[in-house]
DNA sequence: GAGAAGATCTCCT
DNA sequence: GGAGATCTTCTCA
């Protein structure tokens, strides 16, 4: 179990969200672990994206994206959601990947007893959904995605090649024209087209 | 201290 | 396809 190394969070923010696709998302219980392919992510820069949370500045919520790459940035919204986030860039300057969407893969059972759904890929195709079925909450927020801890991203076993469709991001009103969305083309996970 | 908006999901029609 | 749920966070006074 290898996480990724910090030198791959401190790139560009874009760079990083399109080579997140493919890797794993490992969350560790005590009752065993939960693996996951990451399918869908966005990407969130800083006072040049008017979409993101650090458009306007660091503020106490969103402060992790002004820190150190390679940790987890988790926010609370619509009053019962958690979102995912990976920080990115070199400390100080503002990024973060949204994980919109994954494939659980491994821990199957341990993800539909954290959230009841009706099918495989309603678990876990949505930015809300995936932390539910990960038991992901404010308490993961700033945890070191390198440490090998709670939350981890591995490079997965076998490399399977995929394509990447960018478009617009979802769910935002400002910075709408920017193609800053990717996913894995012809993915069932993904949650809109 | 109040008010508004939000990187969403579910249920209902 | 559309509205309601529901509460944290930020902004402004």
Redesign the pocket.
């Known amino acids: 179990m290898k996480p990724l190394p910090r030198g791959f969070y401190s790139r560009d923010t874009l760079t990083v969200a399109k080579d997140l696709l493919g890797k794993y998302l490992v969350r560790r219980l005590s009752a065993g672990n939960i693996e996951a392919m990451i399918v869908e992510v ?1 990407a ?1 820069k800083g006072s040049d994206d008017p ?4 458009y ?1 500045g660091p ?4 402060q992790v ?1 002004f820190g150190k790459p390679g940790f987890s ?1 988790v ?7 958690y ?1 995912l ?1 990976v920080t990115t860039e070199r400390e100080g300057v503002p990024g ?1 990947v ?1 994980v919109r969407a994954i494939e659980i893969i491994g821990g199957v059972e341990l993800a539909f007893q954290n959230r009841k ?1 009706n099918s495989l890929v ?1 678990l876990s195709n ?4 995936l932390t539910e079925a990960l038991n992901i909450t ?1 308490i993961h927020n700033e945890l070191d995605l390198t440490k090998g801890d709670e939350l981890i991203i591995r490079h997965p076993d076998i490399n399977k090649s995929h394509t990447i469709t960018a478009s617009r ?5 400002a910075g709408n024209k920017r193609f800053w969305r990717f996913y894995i083309k012809n993915n069932r996970f993904v ?1 809109r087209l």
């Open positions: 966005e969130y979409a993101s949370h650090a306007k503020t106490p919520r969103n994206m940035y926010y609370f919204t619509y009053g019962k959601h979102c986030n973060a949204l759904a309603n949505g930015p809300g959904k404010k991001r979802i769910g935002i009103k949650s």
